[in-house]
């Protein structure tokens, strides 16, 4: 098959003029070659709307919420009746678990110079070596140690700043 249309695309009567591909230049297409579209514009100007859902995931929703209450009052009576799942789904809910616990090291010093911050990532690599925390309770304590550092640092440097600007000063 032949094209008709010197200017047509696959034979399907689009001219090139009509992708933006030739004819005025002030109705090219906002796209730059290899498929780009030029910075500050879009293929889909308007885009989604602010706060628009899912058809799908709006659907479900609708769902859910017409049968909730009925499984709601189905789970607590199945738990009230000796369901131990039951209970544990709604008592999970209610309580959900702690994520950590508190940690006393002992010997831990109260961190006000560089120093002492050495002496407490030493109590917490004892505390983890003697087992009485776990790896991941002494690295969460080491992060926080790490945090009091930075602050210590900071803090330390602006009081170097202040007196270096205020010995320029008196000159």
Excluded: Y
Aim: no cysteine.
């Amino acid at each position: 098959m032949t094209n008709e249309n010197p200017d047509g695309i696959g034979g399907f009567g689009i001219g090139a003029s009509a992708i933006g591909g030739g004819g005025d230049p002030d109705l090219a297409s906002p796209k730059q070659g290899a498929g780009r579209w030029r910075k500050g514009e879009s293929g889909n100007p308007a885009g989604r709307a602010p706060g628009s859902r899912n058809k799908a995931l709006a659907a479900l929703d609708a769902i859910g919420e017409a049968g909730a209450e009925a499984v709601l009052r189905r789970t607590v009576e199945a738990a009230q009746g000796g369901d131990m799942r039951a209970a544990e789904v709604i008592l999970s809910r209610l309580w959900p678990a702690r994520k950590g616990r508190p940690v006393a090291l002992a010997g831990m010093p109260r961190i006000e110079t560089p120093g002492d911050l050495v002496r407490a990532l030493g109590a917490v690599a004892d505390a983890v070596a003697g087992g009485s925390i776990t790896p991941e309770e002494g690295q969460a304590v080491a992060s926080v140690l790490e945090a009091q550092r930075r602050a210590v640092e900071t803090a330390d440097l602006a009081e170097r700043v202040a007196a270096l600007e205020a010995k320029e000063n008196k000159r």
